[in-house]
């Protein structure tokens, strides 16, 4: 299970002809233990970089089953701090989902934890912690969780590219001295200084001319919106966070918010093709050298991924209405919030109540973000919804900087016509989004800020399914 280049059984020439039967198992066991290791983020003539991974690596070792399969994950805790599992994107069990004080305790160093699930949908989902998440995820505990559809269309090789943004020193080390800066918290988050593609600088993914692959890209980082551009290589987008949309062109760049992911399918037709982040440099993240041809001319089959059982009927007249207003931040003018107080209630102490000037919540709390008007996990959900239930939520960020507010147990839409279901979604500056789901996954659902050190700054709410 190495998250890297996926080769298929069939020889690309049968692959032309038939469609793709699925090769995944309809049954996944094995054991993620959390553990330091040591990873080669920089090139082969600088000193290898102590991580936290999954196994000890990074990425973690990829998952990968077929839809409707069921997964059993134990988790192991080597670190020396509490931890959990997240299985991001995927409508799962509630008792699954990894969230620490709201749906399970944080497994504590020496400790394990038993997750089983069944995964409703195909498609590029990944698992994660959810403790200190800001922490743990940029030190490197991620890992990819695949859902194969039982009838892909055709292509040749599948491929994971986990694009992550590191924060290192000369001497290739994390720099741990800026982990909790309220500087960063209280900015765009925890920015870094050095990209890797599936925990290497710069690799190169071999393929031949007029291949067909299936490119699975996600941004891992903790806080960088990534701007990539995909050279060489004539790509339609097939998925938004796992869920299928009819294939649209890539042209020019796409932008991935943290924890978003598309799936392309490219054909390799062109010279040097490579992956680039055009954002704030241009900086080839990888690259895929074309060595010999796999047919005289691209393929010409349908590309569309099949649907996935998730519900899509809003019912907007009947909806249950919810504004989540984006306060805080540097520049973002507020001069108070009331303490959620989740965690403390949760762990059974004192809470400290009411409401605290900026200062006091910044530097006693580390709170620097509310939304509306509560800085952290509040003890009350933002919404109750019936099971079923329409929901829509609007998200007003008047501030000055972006945000990528995620639903747990749910994709959700834009209600703006042909808008992708997806489980992030990108708020920018002084921007507004309306989006709705069909509420039908019960118990206690997250919805936060996936930058990272947002979410460890107050910007976490939740909301109940009956
Ligand atoms: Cu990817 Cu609440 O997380
Ligand atoms: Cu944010």
């Known amino acids: 299970m190495k998250p890297t280049r996926r080769d298929t059984l069939l020889g690309a020439a049968a692959l032309a002809m038939l469609p793709r039967a699925s090769l995944a198992k309809a049954q996944a066991s094995g054991i993620l233990e959390a553990k330091p290791g040591m990873a080669q983020l920089m090139p082969k003539d600088r000193p290898e970089t102590a991580i936290w991974g999954y196994g000890g690596q990074v990425p973690g070792s990829e998952i990968?089953?077929?839809?409707?399969?069921?997964?059993?994950?134990?988790?192991?805790?080597?670190?020396?701090?509490?931890?959990?599992?997240?299985?991001?994107?995927i409508r799962i069990d509630n008792a699954m989902d990894g969230v620490a004080a709201l749906t399970q305790d944080p497994v504590k160093p020496g400790e394990r934890f038993d997750y089983a699930f069944t995964v409703p949908d195909a498609g590029s989902y990944w698992y994660h912690p959810h403790n200190r998440t800001w922490e743990q995820m940029a030190r490197g505990l991620y890992g990819p969780l695949i859902v194969e559809e039982a009838e892909p269309p055709a292509y040749d090789h599948d491929m994971v590219l986990m694009v992550d943004d590191w924060r290192l020193g000369e001497d290739a080390a994390i720099d741990e001295a800026s982990f909790g800066s309220l500087r960063d918290w209280s900015h765009a988050g925890r920015l870094g200084n050095w990209p890797t593609v599936n925990g290497s600088p710069q690799p190169e993914y071999p393929v031949k001319r007029n291949e067909r692959l299936r490119l699975?890209?996600?941004?891992?980082?903790?806080a960088s919106v990534l701007v990539l551009r995909l050279d060489g290589m004539d790509a339609r987008i097939v998925a938004y966070d796992g869920m299928p949309v009819p294939p649209e062109p890539l042209a020019g760049t796409v932008t991935l918010a943290p924890a978003q992911r598309i799936d392309l399918i490219a054909d390799v037709t062109g010279e040097e093709p490579g992956l680039w982040l055009a954002g704030r440099e241009n900086y080839r993240a990888c690259s895929f050298p074309v060595i010999g041809e796999a047919r005289a001319k691209p393929l010409t089959d349908a590309v569309a991924l099949p649907p996935n059982p998730l519900p899509t009927a809003l019912e907007m007249d009947d909806a249950l209405r919810a504004t989540v207003e984006v306060n805080g931040g540097a520049m973002g003018g507020m001069a108070e919030a009331r303490i959620g107080g989740f965690g403390a209630?949760?762990?059974g102490e004192e809470t400290v109540a009411g409401v605290l000037p900026m200062r006091d919540l910044a530097m006693e709390h580390d709170l620097v973000w509310a939304l509306n008007g509560v800085a952290g996990m509040p003890v009350e959900p933002l919404f109750s919804a019936e099971r079923g239930?329409?929901?829509?939520?609007?998200?007003?960020?008047?501030?000055?900087?972006?945000?990528?507010?995620?639903?747990?147990?749910h994709h959700f839409r834009e209600t703006k016509d042909g808008a992708p279901w997806r489980d992030t979604i990108l708020?920018?500056?002084?921007?507004?989004?309306e989006v709705a789901f069909i509420a039908d996954n019960p118990g206690r659902w997250m919805l936060h800020c996936h930058m990272l050190e947002h979410q460890a700054g107050g910007m976490?709410?939740?909301?109940?399914v009956g």
């Open 64 to 89: 990968r089953v077929a839809q409707g399969a069921q997964v059993e994950a134990t988790l192991l805790n080597g670190l020396d701090q509490p931890t959990t599992i997240h299985w991001h994107g």
């Open 216 to 222: 699975r890209l996600y941004n891992v980082a903790n």
């Open 345 to 347: 209630a949760y762990r």
């Open 389 to 409: 239930q329409t929901v829509v939520v609007k998200l007003v960020n008047e501030g000055r900087w972006p945000h990528a507010m995620h639903f747990h147990g």
């Open 427 to 433: 708020l920018n500056p002084r921007e507004t989004k």
């Open 460 to 464: 976490g709410t939740w909301f109940e």
